[in-house]
């Protein structure tokens, strides 16, 4: 029987890796806890240099058996490319013309038939798929007592008498997939005997009645993916189906699963569940699965899993309960998987991690969580995925190696250039005090986003190599949220500032004979809100924990730009608000006022008659760059915030990127747009020199006086 065949095969294979896998790794006691062996060699390397794409063991041992292969689907897979070789030669006498024929074997695929046609009696493969048939009539197949296999995919079957497949006691193989079947009737399957594999895949089938399985006790494999099942019958399926090894359930829309639905299904290995909206398990679902291999539980709506759920599920070599809404996972949870191989728990939060929840998996090869720093938490185990967030890897805070590098660069850049520039405003005297005021305020705020870069770098230093251990505290410590505050009070006031400045120079220009000039008092007075609004601004988030959760800690270089699903409404609100309320306005306002002292300008020249041309030149090219630079900093921003706001999947190297080098932009280029680069500065300084040099002339001329006298008249 094929049924003994495919378990023989599979289980034979099985036992191979299995194997081979010991005969690999052998038990090596000298290896502590997070480390494994180097295959056969005594050499023991951390989890993270296992599976990570580089060699680093002599004997390349490290990335050998990478390969998840725990579940029987990539075997099954295999067994099904097998084909048995039989006789091309025709040995039937009655087929239509335009279909094929080899051996016993018919192939009208893709011929545009109406109905079945009529062959020879002794056919034992039938093949009509990719046809127009609408509905299988009662005794359509009756004549055909040797056939063993029929296709009938991709047509338009709506309508299957229960007589239709009378007569076929010896069919192996039914494949009814992509047709528009929307009922079983009961008893439909009564004379399948033999019946191993029914394929019913994309129908429209939307419930399943008590007996419309009604004479598959041979039943092996069952598939019904991408229907419109939505719920299943209470008593068992196994009843009618006593040997169902496989089902296959994927994109239906069962909600509910019940305990009395799988409770004779002791010969079942694999169950297929992904995809559907299932929101409730019932405790003892599972209780009778004794020889269920793989469980497939994810994308659905699962928000809690039963406590003793999986108890009975000793044989389990793979389980997959990703993509699930869990709030909660019982440290005990998985106890009862001794020998399970693979746990995918991808895109699910795990708020009590701990080691004590895997602690009991002694057999477990991979593993797959939603973070990184969760491997931290599965040191038994030797392959761990993801090994990075974009942002972050097991071994360094930040993950690539030219941003390790470039994150002192740019914070050096940042505050040499700011530094350099409260320094030189401080030393020389200018007309415009108040605007010197503004300069320095807005280089305080600059020097701010170097400060934080250079904390960044700091903390990359301190967890060099070992990162992996420290992440999950790392980004909820105070350290975190504290610098994180830090590079948002850099950046909001940076803003304000830098719109203050634009605005005051839009109101000087466009409205030059305006009596209104800022005094001393109000250009204090509006720096000191400035400041103090973007410490409320950085410091709200730590107010309530409840309303924004982690606010700062959502990555390891602590800047809360990406939104993701997990995170707290009251923050996504909060952070949308301040990069596409308060900052977009701030840009479109710089934009705007530019654009409009431009073209003032450009006016009062034409009304003056003035041969100004390469003044204006000079102005254009000023406010352009102005624009410019601020346009590369925020429009990024702007696009990367839309895109997680609409569920868009952002790396976390394109966060990196734009904290590491987009981010500050300003901050780096705010001291020579606004000081070094401009004409009154630059005449200011020119004229400082001036004086210096003549005063030094003056001290210097008594001296050569002298030295010329000594020479004449020596003694």
Not at 19 to 41: A, H, I, R
């Amino acid at each position: 029987m094929l049924t003994l065949t495919v378990l023989a095969y599979l289980a034979a294979l099985a036992t191979v890796i299995e194997s081979s896998t010991d005969k690999l790794y052998p038990v090596v006691d000298t290896c502590p806890l997070g480390e494994f062996p180097c295959g056969n060699l005594s050499v023991c390397l951390p989890q993270p240099r296992h599976c990570n794409g580089i060699q680093d063991c002599a004997n390349g041992a490290d990335e050998e058996n990478c390969v998840d292969n725990s579940g029987w689907p990539h075997l099954f897979d295999a067994f099904l490319k097998t084909n048995i070789q039989e006789s091309k030669e025709c040995m039937l006498d009655l087929l239509p013309d335009i279909c094929l024929c080899e051996g016993r074997r018919v192939n009208c695929n893709g011929k545009e038939l109406l109905e079945v046609p009529v062959v020879t009696s002794n056919v034992t493969a039938l093949e009509l798929n990719s046809n127009r048939i609408t509905s299988l009539p009662p005794d359509v197949f009756i004549r055909y007592r040797n056939l063993e296999r029929l296709h009938l995919q991709n047509n338009s079957v709506k309508y299957i008498s229960s007589r239709a497949f009378s007569g076929l006691y010896v069919l192996r193989k039914l494949f009814l997939s992509q047709n528009k079947i929307s009922a079983l009737r009961a008893g439909v399957f009564r004379d399948l005997q033999s019946l191993e594999w029914l394929i019913l895949d994309e129908n429209k089938i939307a419930l399943i009645r008590q007996k419309s399985f009604e004479g598959l006790k041979s039943l092996f494999f069952l598939s019904l993916l991408n229907n419109s099942l939505q719920e299943l019958p209470r008593k068992s399926l196994c009843l009618e189906m006593p040997r169902l090894n496989w089902l296959e359930l994927e994109g239906n829309l069962i909600s509910l699963l019940q305990a009395s639905t799988f409770q004779d299904c002791t010969a079942l290995t694999v169950l297929a569940l992904r995809r559907n909206k299932i929101e409730t398990i019932e405790e003892g679902t599972f209780s009778t699965m004794i020889r269920l291999i793989d469980l497939d539980l994810s994308v659905n709506r699962i928000q809690e899993l039963p406590p003793y759920l999986f108890r009975n599920l000793q044989n389990l070599k793979q389980l997959n309960i990703s993509n699930n809404p869990l709030i909660h996972i019982y440290d005990d949870q998985f106890d009862s998987f001794v020998n399970l191989q693979s746990l995918s728990i991808e895109g699910v939060e795990i708020p009590n991690i701990s080691i004590r929840m895997f602690r009991s998996l002694n057999n477990l090869s991979h593993i797959y969580f939603k973070k990184f720093e969760y491997c931290g938490y599965s040191p038994n185990v030797r392959s761990c995925k993801p090994n990075t967030d974009g942002i972050s890897s097991f071994e360094n805070l930040l993950a690539n190696i030219i941003l390790r590098v470039f994150v002192w660069v740019v914070a050096f850049i940042i505050c040499f250039g700011n530094v350099f520039v409260i320094c030189l405003r401080s030393c020389v005297a200018t007309e415009n005090r108040h605007h010197t005021m503004a300069i320095k305020s807005l280089c305080c705020a600059d020097c701010l986003m170097g400060i934080y870069l250079f904390f960044i770098g700091a903390f990359d230093i301190k967890y060099c190599g070992e990162y992996n251990r420290h992440a999950q505290l790392w980004m909820e410590s105070l350290q975190c949220q504290l610098i994180g505050s830090l590079a948002m009070l850099s950046t909001e006031v940076s803003v304000m500032l830098l719109t203050y400045m634009t605005v005051e120079k839009y109101l000087c220009i466009v409205f030059p004979f305006h009596n209104y000039r800022a005094g001393r008092k109000q250009t204090l007075v509006t720096l000191i809100s400035i400041w103090v609004l973007g410490f409320v601004i950085a410091i709200i988030p730590f107010c309530d924990k409840q309303t924004f959760g982690n606010y700062y800690g959502r990555n390891g270089v602590c800047f809360p730009l990406h939104s993701d699903v997990t995170e707290k409404p009251g923050a996504r609100s909060y952070s949308t608000g301040i990069f596409l309320g308060l900052n977009l306005f701030a840009f479109i306002m710089i934009v705007f006022s530019y654009t409009s002292m431009f073209y003032s300008v450009r006016k009062t020249a034409k009304t003056a008659r003035q041969s100004v041309f390469d003044h204006e030149v000079s102005i254009a090219k000023r406010f352009f760059f102005i624009v410019f630079t601020d346009a590369m900093c925020w429009i990024p921003i702007f696009l990367i915030k839309i895109l997680s706001l609409l569920q868009v999947e952002i790396t976390g190297t394109m966060i990196l990127w734009v904290v590491i080098f987009i981010l500050p932009i300003n901050s780096a280029l705010n001291p020579i747009l606004y000081t070094i680069t401009t004409s009154s500065f630059q005449s200011h300084i020119k004229l400082c020199l001036q004086m210096k040099c003549q005063q030094v002339g003056l001290k210097e001329t008594p001296r050569s006086i002298s030295t010329i006298y000594t020479h004449a008249n020596p003694p």
